[in-house]
């Protein structure tokens, strides 16, 4: 069962040794590097890594990791980025892969952890040309078939796990993702098709979010929810917005958030919480047994520090 690990990089050299020492014993390593200044070439070629230098970046996150994909001969796919390490063992990976049922299975979730933020992912999908990355930015694997890109199907839950780190590199370019999300979305819903508009909406929100700007996160995601199909995604939404109107001073607009929260996804147990501490001492006990029942089964992101925050109430 032939393994190749895909990679795009840029000034990855503070992160890029632990990235690669984490995935010892895949049976290649493909990296597209996309404008190094620094030292990162020379540590992958050291580690063994066939390494591009050829694609001229084009902020555009999708055409690089297809410009990486079509290098790659295995049959398994890992997708990796330079400044995050693999925590489960590739041994384990493999032997999980010669299980019956993955026969049947195209891609395998993992759990992407940042510290703060714990979020399911597609990190591992067959070697097949009818895949491609789709997506300037938060991009997704999609199938191409006769009717248009498909979501994939068969896709199988994992427990393995990757811990995507905070990377220098960013410093260089902090607004990188949010510049190319903003050209994308300008380029209007015909051009880029309604997933695609509603998705970056979303994203863009998360961007101002981390920047602590509630005024904006508000235009963006009540946009968003407008036009948006109900998933996780959307219930996570929701969320978001009632932290910002609980930021604003609008805490009945963020009751009302919270119960469209649950109304998505019941499991959701940050908005029980968020609702304990928002009600009178009247409901208090009520949305406390809510949050105790709720599994978070399915939620997008599950956010550490909010909800150890929001648990301290509830004790």
């Known amino acids: 069962m032939k393994i190749s690990a895909s ?47 050829d694609y001229k970046w084009n902020d555009n996150f999708a055409e690089a990791r297809n410009e990486s994909k079509k290098h790659c001969t295995g049959e398994w796919l890992l997708i990796i980025d330079g400044d995050e390490v693999l925590e489960t063992t590739i041994p384990t990976i493999r032997e999980f892969l010669s299980k019956p049922f993955m026969k049947e299975r195209e891609a395998i979730m993992f759990y992407v952890n940042t510290g703060r933020e714990v979020n399911e992912q597609i990190r591992m999908f067959r070697n097949s040309q009818d895949i491609d990355w789709i997506g300037a930015a938060h991009n997704l694997p999609y199938v191409r078939t006769q009717q248009g890109y498909q979501r994939m199907s068969e896709i199988q839950p994992s427990t393995f796990t990757i811990k995507a780190n905070y990377s ?33 909406l979303y994203y863009i929100a998360r961007e101002h979010m981390n920047r602590r700007d509630p005024f904006k996160v508000v235009w963006f995601l009540e946009k968003y929810v407008k036009i948006a199909p109900p998933t996780n995604e959307l219930a996570d939404a929701w969320f978001l917005l009632a932290t910002c109107y609980v930021d604003l001073g609008e805490l009945e607009e963020a009751v009302d958030a919270c119960l469209k929260t649950i109304k998505y996804l019941p499991t959701f147990k940050a908005a029980y919480a968020l609702l304990h501490n928002l009600s009178s001492s009247d409901y208090k006990r009520f949305w ?5 029942m709720a599994d978070n089964k399915g939620v997008l992101f599950t956010r550490s520090d909010a909800e150890k925050l929001i648990k301290e109430e509830i004790k």
């Open 168 to 200: 220098p590199n960013h410093e260089l370019d902090p607004d990188r993702t949010l510049r190319i999300m903003t050209k994308e979305i300008m380029k209007g819903v015909q051009a880029i098709g309604h997933h695609q508009y509603t998705r970056y």
């Open 288 to 292: 406390e047994k809510m949050y105790h």
């Open 7 to 53: 990679l795009i990089i840029k000034n990855e050299e503070k992160m890029l040794g632990k990235c690669l020492k984490s995935i010892k014993g895949v049976d290649e390593i493909i990296v597209v590097d996309t404008g190094s200044e620094d030292k990162s070439i020379e540590i992958a070629e050291k580690a063994g890594a066939k390494v591009y230098t």
